[in-house]
């Protein structure tokens, strides 16, 4: 476990982004995410680990603006988030989807830069006339698109549609998509689920590269190997409540983390194993 | 179309069909030297023996394609070399066998209908039918070719050039041609045979390559086609019967642009879309100085233009604000009653209860003719040594218009917020989560295409020389989007099409404007059961619609990058 940084390590360097305390989502009778509290600090990586149904996806609704809470504050660099999606992406803070949301009938290229939008100013004018502008903002934006692209590991694919991408290439595309919004914290939903292992690998090494970048990751995840060779910091909620939040190696070893993932075996698979293909579970919505 | 015969069948059996098709096709081409009909009256005379009329030789073009489609692979079998999959041979030929039978079927129930009866069909007809039938009963056995891909194709750019201008020059002629017969009878052969064609051709994958070549040479398809359209009005000799139907489809087309970009670009369902041209309409006349205006004040032409934009936008921004949060089917609802209050509105605006400004039901007539620098598009001017006419005046100012709608078009759709407007129609959540202002960007839509339609309408009123409620009824936003569906959503050219089909039909055809309702409604269902997509189908809407077909992907995949019409500006080098 070198690469395990350790919790006090982090929290004295980073600032805290991401700040959110005592969230709770109901849904009519059922409290999907309760009174959870939550920082995430600048260069961190916070592992987020849960059996299915805990209330993780519906967390990073929450955070992103998807939902608004039902009670409970959300804060990003100190400033209440709005509950706009949009203005939570120019407040620096993107997300990918746990079932792959992009736009399928696009090019890799044009998700990536649909991802610049709020980055940019282009308005119906520039657009018509063809100013400056609009030339200036178009090359500059497919310029960084295919760097991202390139940073990702699919810079072959720039012209593909992304819906003929294979699976592993569109969670990637997801993910270059979300980084051209220019997040400070990036919030990843199961980035390996439905992976093969040299993908998870290679996804793992995507993710140590996009922290020395200068980002922030909040990541979803089943695989226990990866969570501990990844996060600086892992959070166990389960049943909408935080377990326990620690280091990797002390999150993993407590009995109850094992206790919750076995309880809940019934409907989800071995704990340490990846999720794949996970079945989309009933009355789920991601967003 | 595909009637179940086993596979390994045609192939056994594909060097005989071809040979009996060739006999099919060659009776066909005999007939057009034998009399068809028993009188003289219907079709233009094919009454006679030994000399064929020129609708025949119109009709002979279907079967001489046949005779080609079919000859070639037999001929030249094993050494096509590539050629044998570049081009879909049997397809094209299946498809040419049942157009001729069509069109020959047409040319029977002319003869049958205008005469009185089958017996006045003489033994031409029936050898042609009999030829159609054997054609398209042995195409039934030829194998499937696979999808041609002639846009693989590798051509020097003169050629293409070349292809183009010629298929320009091919269409002014034809459009003069086919617009120029009075009898509906003719107007249908000739109309059936030349659709025929296209299909052909389609088949045969040289629209495929064409739209590659079209791709490639932008600037030499955008001038050669404004070219050929500013030509239109010197085929006619002067003559207005043509210009006026000409000037209407493009008004009508213009309208149907701006609904597109609504409808195919953003997809929006807008059901009200006529109030805004309306809006335009009704603006320009109360500010053009007819003797019925309410307003005294006459602001030089290119203000009123801009008044009448401005006050259409403004309406489509107090429907848009309230209603473009929520999503799909309310929409369409809205602007359904929206449509119906503008024109109960209109009605009402006469002074009875509040102000007047539309005179009531009577509208405003007597608009004058628009007057630039002292040209009067109300009077004929002789340019060229032909007369140009009232009608012709208004075609060249509404082509100017249509030309402006098109470049609006075209550069937002090419720009961020074209990329936000598809995104949107793709995963509108998705798109908010990457940070799109997906209510700002629709609301641009709705507003700017309300903008447009303002435009149209305001030339519209002076073309009409009166402005009524009754003429913006609910049915023509129903035609309105009728023709962007039919021509194909998103695209510039499907519209202009569309709309061309179904101003052009009604207006030639008695019969179709007597079921113009019926027809269009069957017209509607038929095209969303077997080509939502439209006639000229957006590589991006064809997809949506065909969500599940992955080998489709790839292929429009492939087609896009041949073209680079991705939605990014750099133009990469497609090798020539
Ligand atoms: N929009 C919603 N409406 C009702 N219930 C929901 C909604 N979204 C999530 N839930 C419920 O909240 C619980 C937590 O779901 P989720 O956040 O997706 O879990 P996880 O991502 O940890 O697997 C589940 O019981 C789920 O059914
Ligand atoms: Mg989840």
Not at chain 2, 53 to 74: I, R
Not at chain 2, 253 to 266: D, E, F, H, K, Y
Not at chain 2, 280 to 307: E, H, N, Q, Y
Not at chain 2, 469 to 478: I, K, R, T, W
């Amino acid at each position: 476990m070198s690469q395990t940084i350790t919790d006090g390590h982090s929290v004295d360097t980073g600032t805290v982004l991401l700040g959110a305390s005592a969230v709770t989502m109901r849904f009519g009778g059922l409290t999907a995410v309760n009174n959870v509290s939550l920082n995430v600090h600048s260069g961190e990586i916070v592992g987020l680990i849960g059996p299915n149904g805990a209330g993780k996806t519906t967390l990073f609704n929450c955070l992103t603006g998807l939902y608004r809470p039902t009670s409970g504050e959300v804060r990003f660099l100190g400033e209440v988030l709005p509950p706009k999606p949009r203005l939570v992406v120019r407040r620096g803070m993107a997300r990918t989807f746990q079932n792959i949301r992009l736009f399928h009938n696009m090019t890799a290229l044009e998700n990536v830069m649909v991802g610049m939008y709020s980055r940019t100013q282009t308005n119906a004018i520039d657009a018509v006339f063809r100013l400056p502008r609009h030339r200036r903002e178009e090359l500059a934006s497919t310029e960084r698109a295919k760097e991202l692209l390139d940073f990702v590991g699919l810079s072959k694919a720039a012209d593909t549609l992304s819906r003929n991408l294979p699976y592993g290439d569109q969670r990637r595309l997801e993910i270059a998509r979300a980084l051209a919004t220019e997040p400070k914290l990036l919030l990843l939903d199961e980035p390996t689920a439905g992976m093969n292992p040299q993908e998870t690998r290679q996804a793992e090494e995507l993710i140590f590269r996009i922290r020395d970048l200068g980002l922030a990751v909040l990541v979803i995840e089943h695989d226990m190997r990866f969570i501990f060779n990844l996060c600086d910091r892992v959070c166990c909620l389960v049943r909408g409540e935080v377990l326990i939040e620690g280091p990797g190696e002390v999150v993993q070893n407590d009995p109850r983390v094992i206790e919750a993932y076995i309880g809940s075996s019934e409907t989800d698979d071995e704990p340490a194993v990846p999720a794949a293909d996970e079945p989309e579970q009933k009355g789920e919505a991601d967003a | 179309m595909n009637v179940i015969i086993p596979d390994d069948v045609k192939v056994r059996f594909r060097v005989p069909a071809r040979i009996i098709g060739l006999v099919g096709c060659t009776l066909m081409i005999a007939s057009i030297f034998m009399s068809w009909s028993y009188g003289h009256t219907v079709l233009d005379d094919v009454g006679y023996w030994g000399a064929p009329s020129p609708l025949q030789l119109y009709y002979a073009v279907l079967p001489v394609l046949g005779v080609l489609l079919l000859a070639v692979p037999l001929l030249g079998r094993g050494r096509l070399g590539r050629w044998a999959k570049l081009v879909a041979w049997n397809t094209s030929a299946k498809t040419c066998a049942i157009w001729s039978l069509a069109v020959t079927a047409v040319m029977i129930a002319s003869i049958a209908i205008g005469l009185g009866g089958l017996v006045n069909v003489d033994p031409g007809g029936w050898v042609a039918l009999a030829g159609a039938l054997i054609a398209v009963a042995s195409t039934l056995f030829l194998p499937d070719s696979p999808d041609p891909n002639l846009y693989r194709l590798k051509s020097p750019q003169w050629v293409q050039i070349l292809a183009i201008v010629g298929v320009m020059a091919v269409l002014l002629f034809g459009a003069a041609y086919l617009l120029n017969f009075e009898n509906a009878d003719q107007f249908l052969t000739f109309g059936a045979s030349v659709v025929g064609v296209v299909m052909v051709l389609r088949q045969f994958g040289i629209f495929s390559w064409l739209s590659i070549a079209a791709a490639n040479n932008n600037r030499v398809l955008v001038t050669s086609a404004f070219v050929v359209a500013f030509a239109f009005p010197f085929t006619q000799n002067g003559s207005d019967a043509n210009m006026s139907i000409a000037s209407q489809v493009l008004i009508f087309a213009a309208t149907a642009l701006g609904l597109n970009i609504v409808v195919g670009l953003v997809g929006l369902l807008d059901l009200g879309y006529i109030a805004f041209l309306g809006a335009g309409a009704f603006t320009a006349a109360i500010l053009s100085g007819s003797a019925f205006a309410t307003i005294d004040w006459v602001p030089p032409f290119w203000l009123t233009v801009l008044i009448a934009g401005t006050v259409s936008s403004l309406l489509g921004l107090l429907i848009g604000a309230p209603t473009l949060r929520v999503s799909g089917d309310y929409l369409a609802i809205v602007t359904l009653a929206f449509g119906e209050i503008f024109r109960i509105t209109m009605n009402n605006l006469d002074g009875n209860d509040g102000p007047n400004l539309t005179n009531g039901s009577n509208g405003i007539s007597a608009i004058p003719d628009l007057n630039f620098f002292g040209f009067d598009f109300g009077k004929a001017h002789v340019i060229f040594g032909i007369d140009i006419g009232r009608f012709a005046n208004y075609y060249w100012l509404m082509l100017v218009v249509i030309a402006i709608i098109i470049v609006v078009f075209m550069n937002l759709n090419y720009s961020r917020i074209g990329r936000g407007w598809v995104a949107i129609r793709e995963d509108e959540l998705a798109a908010e989560a990457m940070g799109v202002n997906t209510f700002a960007l629709k609301l641009l839509a709705f507003a700017g295409g309300a903008f447009l339609a303002g435009v149209a309408g305001a030339v519209k009123a002076h073309y009409d020389v009166s402005v009524t409620p009754d003429q913006y009824v609910f049915l023509e936003s129903a035609f309105l989007l009728a023709a962007v569906v039919l021509g194909g959503m998103g695209t510039v050219m499907g519209v202009l099409i569309g709309a061309t089909i179904l101003k052009l039909l009604p207006e030639k055809l008695r019969f179709f404007s007597d079921y113009r309702l019926l027809l269009f409604g069957l017209l509607m269902v038929i095209m969303m059961r077997f080509r939502p997509e439209g006639i000229i189908a957006d590589e991006r809407r064809q997809l949506e619609f065909h969500d599940e077909d992955d080998a489709l992907a790839v292929e429009i995949q492939e087609e896009m990058r041949a073209k680079h019409v991705h939605l990014n500006p750099e133009p990469k080098e497609w090798d020539l």
